[in-house]
């Protein structure tokens, strides 16, 4: 009897485990916590949230460190602020850029394709234009034929390509984007509240790729008139007004705070009212001043981060009508020479970055009559003052650094050693370490991009 | 198992009564005392036929009449005996107690009991006595230095706090690299689960996690009650673990728990209380000279760098001194200056004696002032530890009828830590029987119950992290003065004023509470039943059971969290274990004997964490969800894994003399592709007593000699779900900022890519070990000298890991059968007893291992690969060099291939005359010792015994994070010498703009280093914060040697004797006064060098604010009733 018992009990476990085994090997390596498949809706909103994620953070906190709109001495900002960087401290940025915007974007491109939705096809084209342009101003060669490619096979250790070149392919993304933007209706599922940045307004997403390619060409406009003459052509198609700014504004809760709050809350390096820019602020005395940089904001921001940038719902901007307005100045100094009409931009530009920013139109008024005019006709003279008041107004924007690299407006002074100002970012240890064949050899932050001459 | 299946055989005989015909009867005794020995195995040579003696020694067994037989003798510890005796005749047979070490039955695989000698591979077994020595009621931590190649490192002090323990090298690159647990038979999980908030990848639990910040992990090996352990054997290699399979390819930690004994017929009752208190052993340096402040440029106030400080305001007064409310937190020299410690030297500065909200004396002015009052004097930040108090107490009940035995126990440990608010509480309860059904059919079964609660300890790279709030308080600031502000605000009173963002220590061990709680059951039942005279079945069902509830907090104006957050994490573990078995034996002749076991193994595990959060805290100090303004769900994992195995085990016996054991496995795991994912391992192995050799036998000088070799390969799965690429919900972080997680706005999202996603790999094979092991043990003097050696050599091959590729794919990184891994190392124990007599005995056991770890190869294009820390200290794995590299940036050489520093020879920088910290980065250290080894005594005079363990680890480097950031922030000791001129070794140059060394002759830039340096620069401000410290300057310079010497344990106990205590009703009553941790020597200038950021995850070798360890003195009463 006992043996019985035994036996029944022995086999019935192994019949138990046994059988339940068979049906369950297959299903007990899924993942239940990941959907098998995903919709545009739910990756636009990733690739909008993590691009501004990383052009409000560490881009825009190297490029603002650079070009002095920063200040600080404390810990790696005050080692990156006099020049002081690694290779892996560029990992972050570019990890970000590649991973979570790119390779996202382009499965959101991907899809978007294969079902001929034309709208989600169109902004994720846009998207990949402008983080491409991101990548090329701040590191020149960067790899993008044979990058983002690995998760269906393709290379580990993709190429990289001619900087002049990708913004051709910069161009031509955007060119397929604003096609498939403008024959929208024609394809099935169309984004609304998944698109934090135009709430699915087509016509707004076509405007931005012209902005980005306004941006291309007035980069390589310098001793090139017929660039600045395209630039001029795409503007036509562009913003008209602040309403149609590119930007990113994230949400008030720990987990969806955007990223110059967070790094003032877990770190405060950044010591705001001491930078060279605070600086040429006071010396205007520029309302803009106590816009930007606010000392009585004492909540977790002790080193002075105004609301419109610092808070957890700051903005991140990508381009913005009043960019556009200085890129019109510089544009007709440089291929008409319309001295007016630079002008007429050039003071307008001033007057809508200020409106966007909350100044008082007294102030405004104030400012622009002792700031709104261009004081010679001398075209290098006239773009200098017309960099130096965008630099002004890009403040937070990385776009910044490209404006002081190709302009040299203003003028700055190294704040560590004999080598200058950067002019790019350092290739990532990453890159150095696992794509070292391809990898432009110079780990120095010297050489410069293209459009750089 | 031999002998089990021997007394089970004899048992069947006894109850059989066939053979009537005649008797031999007889007693066996110790030969050394006399006294009666039970449980001796009685054997009729050449036959099957035996019995066992009873509890007073005796035995009787049939024979044929006027037959002439010999006997046979064996029993656990006494060896064997051979003796002819005729039927009728009545034999007493002495038995000569063999050294425990050479003649000990253990535990092996699947519980197998195999006698020490017959083994062809490495084990070593802790036994009873060595497990309860420290008081600190953690099993894992009790194994230090007691193992020759089990490295044990405590992370940290902190109650409740992990434990590692690895055998021999690392063969898994991210897998895990921790021994499999096995209670009584059953594998029972070790697993961490912990949650980081403050990490860049907060929940990634297990061996591959890279925690930073938040608490000191734990892993669940932790919760077993010492006391309810018989005994842990240490299966060192993949020849003695090759029967468990996947699950042991890093070795195996067999655990024996305490059962009653058959036959007592009366109740034992065991207790053992101690009582401990526990103190800081070491802690960093910090500096005590120097106030609050930075050096500021006259003109602009700008923090500068000037070779020596200059102060604005009034000659002698300290900042602006215009500022009455908080000058002594810096205010007037924002941020850059307010968190430094770089101000004038204290003893130049007065308290003005009007108490304020940052200090009672007053303000901090210069001795011009005419506010100055009193003198001012720095206050001992450490003064925040409290001391620790740990009771520990047990209480176990065990007897047993012929046919059924029991023990129930109950065990308690509480734990108060040297943090306030620190604590560890478990109970154990556990229920174990066994009854014999019938003679044939034998059950028994164990459960046992874990309930414990855990207040822990914020550490590391954590703004809330104790030490790092607690070292980089300016000497002038005194934490325990408050950790509110006095004004009602409920803002948090910080040296850096209101609201940190660094945690007041106070602040974080009151308003930061971070609670684990658990509750756990695991347990086996099994039934043996003989079926045949040579063949028993055995069915074994284990489970192991637990929920681990975790509550993170943080209130409104805590430096992580300023607007208060809130994490409730649930972990859930469930596994099931089965196996099925076979045991048959078999005499071939009376020389050669076989047995053989086949068997079926099922595991299933499931786990899965649930995860809600809160953040915004409407109500200060009320530490619920339902406080939090907005609630996010996940990121909730779960995970199953399923295995099935069939297995084989036949072992040969020939002479006692040459013992064969061959193995082998055949696995199916559910982590693998379906059309791979089964796969075999076999193991075999040969031990030869040579000392059985006829003209060998049975000498005094050289009296037992073996010599061992084995070979195995073992496999190891796949990570359960590394075969799918997975959408996640979106996150998103960088180098700085937790990041966000979606939803953002009301909206979700996902992604399939970010900085640490993977690609799934289908193609995925298992990893393979191969392994050859050779030994030699030998005794000499009648084994008053037993000396064990073992040398092995290991390599893995198609590693499974997680290979970090180029962003630019798209992807952090993708699941690679890739990696090759050699380890090969030398384990040494020799023991001793120098003086034997009757009143003392000195026994001392050295142990000795050496590990040479090599990562042959990476992935292809793949050279270095993150395990864990920061980017200026960082531990991988680096392709040609061992496991656990610690690589950064460092200073610039003059020539690539020199170690001679570049001394910077542009008179304009402010490093001037110093070094340069380089942009490159490569390897610095080594975390592996050269060796590691231990010492341990035993003294017995009478009554009393003196125990106490050296060890001593030599080599095995560490970043000191910690150090390098208080050099920064000029809190550190070697900051003392701050104004102090050196002249820097080394070739005078700089780089230019393309990197080039180059150096200046008369103002223009020459290619190559110049002259040696001549020029003296001053230990100022710029030099610690850029140069000389790692925090923003090459990590090179906080790489330290971890060696270390520490007298690990020493105790003294009396047993009172029996003629005193017998007419009270006790048995045993001793008295233990001990020591644990008192002193260390060492050259590593942070805390205790046995230390981990990372817990008992792979990434060992980082000390970046990491919590103390402990020294700690006690008492422990022991009963035996």
């Known amino acids: ?202 016509s707004e997403w076509i405007k931005f790729g012209h902005a980005i390619k306004a941006r291309l060409y007035i980069h390589q406009s310098k001793n090139n008139a017929a660039m600045a003459a395209n630039a001029l052509a795409q503007l036509d198609s562009a913003f008209g007004s602040n309403s149609d700014n590119a930007q990113y504004i994230f949400g008030s809760t720990e987990t969806s705070a955007g990223p110059v709050y967070q790094f003032d809350e877990q770190r405060g390096y950044i010591d705001y009212p001491s930078s060279t820019m605070a600086f040429f602020l006071d010396s205007l005395s520029d309302p803009r001043y106590n816009i930007y940089l606010d000392s009585t904001y004492s909540d977790v921001n002790e080193d002075g981060i105004g609301h419109y940038y610092g808070d957890d719902t700051g903005h991140v901007e990508f381009i913005t009508y009043d960019e556009l307005l200085f890129v019109k100045a510089e544009a007709t100094l440089r291929s008409t020479g319309n001295f007016v009409a630079a002008q007429t931009a050039y003071d307008s530009a001033i007057y809508y970055n200020m409106t966007k920013l909350g100044v008082a139109p007294t102030d405004i008024a104030t400012y622009l009559t002792a700031n709104g005019t261009l004081t010679t006709i001398a075209v290098d003279s006239a773009i200098a003052q017309v960099a130096f008041q965008e630099y002004l107004a890009l403040y937070s924007n990385p776009e910044a650094f490209t404006l002081w690299r190709r302009t040299g407006s203003p003028v700055l002074v190294p704040t560590s050693g004999t080598n200058g100002i950067p002019r790019r970012y350092l290739y990532p240890n990453s890159e150095v370490t696992l794509n070292a064949a391809n990898t432009p050899a110079s780990t120095s932050y010297t050489p410069k991009i293209f459009w750089d001459n | 198992m031999n002998k089990l299946l021997t007394l089970l055989g004899a048992f069947l005989l006894l109850s059989s009564h066939l053979f009537a015909q005649g008797t031999v009867t007889g007693k066996v005794i110790d030969s050394k005392n006399g006294t009666p020995l039970s449980g001796i195995s009685v054997k009729i040579e050449g036959t099957n036929l035996g019995t066992s003696t009873n509890a007073d020694g005796s035995f009787s067994l049939n024979v044929a009449d006027s037959a002439t037989v010999t006997l046979e003798f064996s029993g656990i510890g006494f060896g064997f005996k051979a003796l002819q005796a005729t039927s009728g005749q009545d034999v007493t047979v002495a038995m000569v107690q063999e050294n425990k070490s050479l003649s000990e039955v253990v535990v092996t695989a699947l519980g197998i009991k195999r006698e020490k000698r017959s083994l062809g591979y490495s084990t070593q077994t802790v036994g009873v006595d060595e497990l309860n020595k420290s008081g600190t009621g953690n099993p894992l931590s009790e194994l230090e230095g007691k193992v020759s190649g089990l490295t044990v490192i405590n992370s940290a002090g902190d109650p409740g706090s992990g434990t590692y323990i690895r055998l021999r090298g690392v063969t898994s690159l991210t897998g895990d690299n921790q021994p499999l647990m096995v209670v009584d038979g059953v594998p029972i999980d070790n697993s961490i689960n912990n949650f980081d908030p403050t990490s860049a990848t907060p929940n990634v639990s297990g061996p591959n996690s890279n925690f930073t910040g938040g608490s000191q992990p734990t892993n669940r090996g932790v919760d077993l009650n010492p006391s309810d352990i018989e005994s842990i054997t240490v299966l060192k290699g993949p020849a003695a673990t090759a029967l468990y399979g996947i699950s042991a390819a890093s070795g195996a930690i067999i655990i024996t728990t305490k059962k009653g004994t058959l036959g007592e017929g009366k109740i034992n009752v065991e207790v053992n209380s101690s009582i401990s208190f526990e103190n800081p052993n070491q802690l960093p340096g910090l500096q005590d000279q120097y106030t609050q402040g930075t050096a500021l440029d006259p003109t602009t106030s700008a923090p500068t760098f000037l070779p020596s400080p200059v102060w604005i305001g009034a000659a002698g007064t300290f900042g602006d001194g215009s500022d009455a409310t908080s000058p002594n937190t810096g205010n007037s020299m924002g941020s850059g200056g307010k968190k430094l410690s770089w101000g004038p030297a204290i003893d130049t500065m007065y308290f003005t004696g009007v108490p304020d909200a940052y200090d009672k004396n007053g303000t901090l002015v210069g001795q011009s002032s005419p506010l100055a009052k009193t003198k001012a004097h720095p206050y001992n930040e450490y003064d925040f530890f409290q001391q620790g108090v740990t009771y520990n107490n047990n209480i176990a009940l065990s007897g047993g009828t012929e046919n059924s035995s029991y023990r129930v126990s109950l065990g308690n440990l509480n734990q108060k830590g040297i943090v306030p608010n620190s604590a560890y509480n478990k109970t154990t309860f556990s229920v174990s029987g066994q009854a014999k059904l019938s003679d044939r059919l034998t059950t028994s079964a164990a459960i046992n119950f874990i309930s414990s609660a855990n207040s822990k300890v914020q550490q590391g790279s954590n703004l809330s992290g104790i030490m790092l709030g607690l070292v980089r308080t300016p000497p002038t600031f005194d934490n325990s003065q408050g950790y509110v502000m006095p004004d009602g605000t409920g803002d948090q009173r910080t040296f850096r004023g209101a609201n940190g963002p660094y945690d007041n220590p106070y602040w974080t061990a009151n308003k930061n509470p971070n609670t684990s709680d658990l509750t756990r059951v695991f347990g086996y039942g099994q039934a043996n039943y003989q079926l045949l005279k040579w063949m028993v079945l055995s069915y074994r069902l284990g489970g192991d059971f637990y929920s681990q509830a975790d509550k993170l907090v943080y209130d409104i104006n805590s430096g992580s969290f300023p607007l208060g957050a809130i994490y409730l994490n649930n972990y859930l573990n469930k596994q099931i274990n089965s196996d099925f078995t076979i045991n048959m034996k078999h005499d071939f002749s009376h020389e050669l004997s076989g047995t053989l076991l086949l068997g079926q193994n099922y595991f299933y595990n499931q786990s899965s964490s649930q995860l809600a959060s809160g953040s915004g805290f409407v109500i200060p100090g009320f530490y619920d969800i339902s406080n939090a303004t907005s609630y996010q769900n996940g990121p909730n994992t779960n995970g199953e894994k399923r295995t099935m195995a069939f297995y084989g085990d036949a072992e040969l016996n020939y002479k006692r003399m040459v013992y064969l054991s061959v193995t082998g496995r055949e696995e199916k795991s559910s982590t693998l592709p379906i059309s791979n994912n089964t796969f075999f391992y076999p193991s075999a192995s040969l031990a030869w007593v040579f000392t059985e050799l006829k003209n060998l036998k049975d000498k005094s000088i050289l009296s037992f000699g073996k010599v061992r070799v084995s070979a195995a390969q073992v496999g190891k799965d796949a990570p359960i779900q590394a075969l799918q690429t997975h959408y996640l919900s979106t996150t998103i972080t960088d180098g700085f900022t937790p990041g966000i997680s979606f939803p953002v706005n009301g909206v979700s999202a996902y992604n399939l890519s970010n900085t640490i996603s993977v690609i799934g790999n289908t193609s995925l094979k298992p990893e393979k070990t191969n392994s050859y092991e050779g030994g030699l043990d030998l005794g000499f003097l009648m084994n008053r000298i037993n000396f064990s050696g073992t040398y092995y050599y290991e390599k893995t091959t198609d590693a499974i890991f997680t290979v970090p590729i180029s962003y630019a794919t798209g992807f952090a990184s993708k699941e690679l059968n890739a990696g090759v891994l050699t380890n090969k190392g030398v384990e040494l124990s020799l023991n001793l007893v120098p003086i034997k007599s009757k009143d003392f005995q000195w026994d001392v056991t050295f142990n000795w291992s050496k590990n040479v770890n090599k990562v042959v190869s990476l992935a292809p294009g793949v050279s270095k690969i993150l395990i864990a820390g920061f980017t200026n200290g960082e531990i991988d794995a680096i392709a040609g060099q061992p496991f656990g590299i610690i ?190 941790n008192i002193i260390l020597w060492t050259n590593y200038k942070g805390v205790d060098p046995e230390t981990s950021l990372a817990g008992p995850a792979n990434g060992q070798g980082l000390d970046y604010f990491n919590n103390p360890a402990t020294k700690s003195y006690g008492l422990r009463l022991n009963l035996g009733l």
């Not at chain 1, 600080?72 to 990156?80: E, I, K, L, N, R």
């Not at chain 1, 393709?154 to 990289?160: E, I, L, Q, S």
């Not at chain 1, 900087?163 to 024609?186: F, R």
Request: proline letters at 3%.
């Open chain 2, 887 to 1076: 690589y950064g940036s460092k200073y610039v050489r003059a020539n690539s291939n020199s170690n001679t520093f570049l001394i910077n020879d542009d008179a304009t920088s402010l490093g001037y005359a110093m070094p340069i910290a380089g942009q490159a980065t490569g390897q610095i250290g080594n975390t592996n010792p050269k060796f590691i080894s231990s010492m341990i005594n035993t003294l017995v005079y009478k009554s009393w015994t003196l125990g106490f363990q050296i060890d001593w680890r030599h080599g095995g480097d560490i970043w000191n994070g910690t150090r390098g950031a208080i050099d920064y922030f000029g809190t550190g000791k070697a900051t003392e010498n701050r104004g102090q001129s050196t002249v820097f070794k080394g070739l005078l140059g700089h780089l230019d703009g393309n990197g080039d060394v180059v150096h200046y002759v008369g103002g223009v830039e020459v290619a190559g280093p110049g002259a040696a340096n001549s020029s003296s620069a001053v230990y100022n401000q710029y030099y610690w914060q850029n140069i000389g410290s790692s925090f923003v300057g090459p990590s090179e310079s906080d790489v330290e040697d971890g060696s270390f010497l520490k007298l690990r344990q020493l105790s003294l106990s009396y047993n009172l004797p029996k003629g005193m205590i017998s007419h009270a009703g006790f048995k045993t009553i001793s008295l233990t006064a001990f020591v644990n």
């Open chain 1, 1 to 202: 009897m006992k043996s019985k018992i035994f036996f029944l009990i022995a086999i019935t476990a192994l019949i138990i485990f046994g059988e339940s085994c068979k049906k369950s090997f297959e299903k007990a390596n899924e993942d239940p916590n990941s959907p098998a498949s995903v919709t545009p809706s739910t990756l636009l909103p990733t690739v909008e949230a993590t691009l501004g994620y990383t052009q409000g953070g560490d881009i825009s906190r190297f490029s603002g460190l650079y070009d002095q709109q920063l200040f600080s001495s404390a810990q790696q900002t005050g080692a990156y602020y006099t020049y002081i960087v690694t290779d892996q401290d560029f990992d972050s940025p570019w990890g970000n850029m590649y991973t979570s915007v790119m390779e996202n974007d382009k499965t959101l491109m991907n899809l978007a394709d294969s079902f001929n939705n034309n709208e989600y096809s169109g902004i994720s084209r846009i998207l990949m234009a402008y983080s491409l342009q991101l990548m090329v101003d701040n590191w020149g060669k960067v790899p993008y034929s044979q990058a983002l490619t690995a998760v269906n096979g393709g290379t580990f250790t993709p190429k990289y390509d001619n900087d002049q070149a990708l913004y051709d392919t910069i161009v031509s993304l955007i060119n397929v984007g604003t096609a498939k933007l403008s024959n929208s209706d024609a394809g099935g599922l169309t984004p609304s509240f998944d698109d934090a940045i135009y709430g699915g307004d087509e």
